[in-house]
C-alpha cells in the first residue's frame, strides 16, 4: 500500500503499484460547508499530469480537480457523485474521486535519481 502524499495543495494522491488514486484532503475540506456536485472524466479516457480531470461544486464555489500523473482513468468513484457529501465524511477511504493508471512510476524519488533532477527544474515556472 503505498504512501498518501499531498498535492496541489487541496488534494492527495496514492500510489499502488502504478494505480494512484486521487481524493481531496482535510485541509482543503475545511474552507467548504457542502459539497454540493461532482463530475469526473469518465474511465477509460487518458488523462496528463496538472490538467482538469473534474470539479466539485463547493458552497465556497468550484474546486477543480487535477490529475497528478499522466495515465487512463481507471476506475471513478459513483458513490461520491451520488452522494458528494461521501468526500466530507470520509475523504481518505469511501470518498476517494478516481483510480489513474500511471503510464510511468510517479513516485522516482527513492529509485532514479536522473529523473528526479528533471521535475524540480520545472517546479517553479509553471506558478500562475
Do not use: H
Not at 69 to 75: A, H, Q, V, W
Not at 81 to 109: F, K, N, T
Amino acid at each position: 500500500m503505498g504512501e498518501r502524499r499531498n498535492y496541489m495543495g487541496s488534494m492527495w494522491m496514492q500510489d499502488e503499484d502504478g494505480v494512484i488514486t486521487i481524493g481531496i484532503n482535510e485541509e482543503a475540506l475545511e474552507d467548504f460547508d457542502e459539497i454540493s456536485s461532482v463530475e469526473l472524466s469518465p474511465e477509460g479516457e487518458k488523462v496528463e499530469a496538472e490538467t482538469v480531470i473534474g470539479t466539485i461544486e463547493t458552497s465556497d464555489g468550484p474546486l477543480d480537480i487535477y490529475a497528478p500523473t499522466d495515465g487512463t482513468i481507471l476506475e471513478v468513484n459513483s458513490q461520491v457523485i451520488e452522494d458528494p457529501a461521501m468526500i466530507m465524511e470520509d475523504p481518505y477511504e469511501e470518498g476517494w474521486l478516481v483510480r489513474i493508471e500511471a503510464d510511468a512510476d510517479v513516485d522516482d524519488e527513492d529509485e532514479d535519481e536522473d529523473e528526479d533532477e528533471e521535475d524540480e527544474d520545472y517546479e517553479d515556472e509553471d506558478e500562475e
